[in-house]
């Protein structure tokens, strides 16, 4: 076969190579029209290692030849390196991996930040005109709680608990934010009908405490103990709903799938959220516990570390992994 006819018929395979080469070596990042199924590179490297052979046994040009061999010690490189720290894997999950999966479920992240957000927002407002609402909300005994729990005149507790160390409250919350997150989560097995109730309960629940105590009078300590947490919680919460609600429109609407098929691929990526949603609920534990409780703090600078979280949170889910290929599946049943 003469040389040139051995280039035209394999040159887009060495193309193809070079480019999952370059990607995976440190050169440009993948995107997804460049992406390739890495279980197909061990085989499309033996077949480059008997093209060099061949190249060398039939004495075609040394370019030719060096160029298929500059190939193949790349390919080695990367197909035979030591495979990176778990550590370094997990690090990536969440700087990249955990946010482009988000993205990847745009449609029911923005449902699950509706029916959380919306009886949230509305109840708070709807008690600064109608304090006495509350009533209808909450039980007394309740009241009577959160009230304690954020007097201002109150000097026996600390903002928003009343005992304990910060190393147990540490355990006590990390134990609450992540029952919660995963039933938000797993209540999408009820057709998603169970997140949506889980999501439109909290939202009230947090609307109707914040917004009797601010109409109380008791809004100054309440916001300088939410502030710090409220970031990654309230966004935890949103996006285990998310999942949630992923998990029940693969079980009503399978699409062309079998159902069995679209439960196990939502209970993957709801898998891989929880994740993340674990992380930042251990996150948004730890400042609770050891931020948001220390009175001593003035409140302006408490406000202004919450600003900059927010912004941390939004831009982390927003631009993290960008470029990169898809995390995930999508939205479409």
């Keep these: 076969m003469r040389q040139e006819q051995f280039v035209a018929r394999h040159q887009a395979e060495w193309q193809a190579l070079d480019t999952w080469l370059r990607t995976r070596g440190g050169g440009p990042r993948r995107t997804p029209a460049m992406a390739l199924d890495d279980g197909d590179m061990p085989a499309r490297y033996r077949r480059l290692c008997q093209q060099l052979a ?5 004495g075609y040009s040394q370019r030719l030849v060096e160029s298929l061999q500059d190939l193949m010690q790349r390919g080695h490189a990367v197909l035979y390196r030591a495979p990176p720290p778990r550590w370094r894997l997990a690090l990536r999950f ?3 991996d955990f946010p482009q999966l988000v993205r990847s479920q745009a449609r029911c992240m923005w449902a699950s930040a509706a029916l959380f957000t919306l009886p949230l927002v509305g109840l708070f407002v ?3 005109w109608q304090p006495d609402t509350i009533h209808g909300l909450l039980d007394p005994l309740q009241i009577a709680q959160v009230e304690r729990m954020y007097d201002p005149e109150d000097a026996r507790h600390a903002l928003g608990r009343e005992s304990g160390s910060d190393w147990q409250m540490f355990g006590h919350y990390i134990m609450n934010n992540i029952s919660i997150g995963l039933r938000t989560f797993a209540s999408g097995l009820l057709a ?16 109707a405490v914040a917004g009797h105590l601010h109409a109380a009078g008791y809004g100054g300590p309440f916001w300088r103990f939410v502030a710090g947490h409220a970031p ?12 949630g609600l992923r998990l029940g429109l693969d079980l009503i609407a399978p699409g062309r799938r079998r159902r069995g098929d679209a439960l196990i691929e939502g209970g993957l990526i709801g898998a891989r959220l929880c994740l993340g949603v674990a992380f930042m609920l251990l996150v948004a534990a730890f400042i609770e516990a050891f931020w948001s409780s220390t009175g001593s703090i003035p409140g302006w600078i408490k406000f202004s570390v919450s600003g900059v979280l927010w912004l941390g949170v939004f831009a982390w889910l927003w631009r993290g992994g960008h470029g990169d290929a898809p995390a995930g599946g999508s939205d479409a049943a």
């Design 126 to 128: 709807l008690l600064q």
């Design 192 to 207: 998603g009908v169970g997140t949506i109730v889980v999501l439109i309960t909290n939202g009230v629940f947090i609307g």
């Design 94 to 96: 969440l700087i990249a």
């Design 54 to 58: 061949l190249a060398r046994r039939r």
């Design 232 to 243: 990654f919680e309230l966004t935890a919460i949103v996006i285990a709903g998310g999942a």
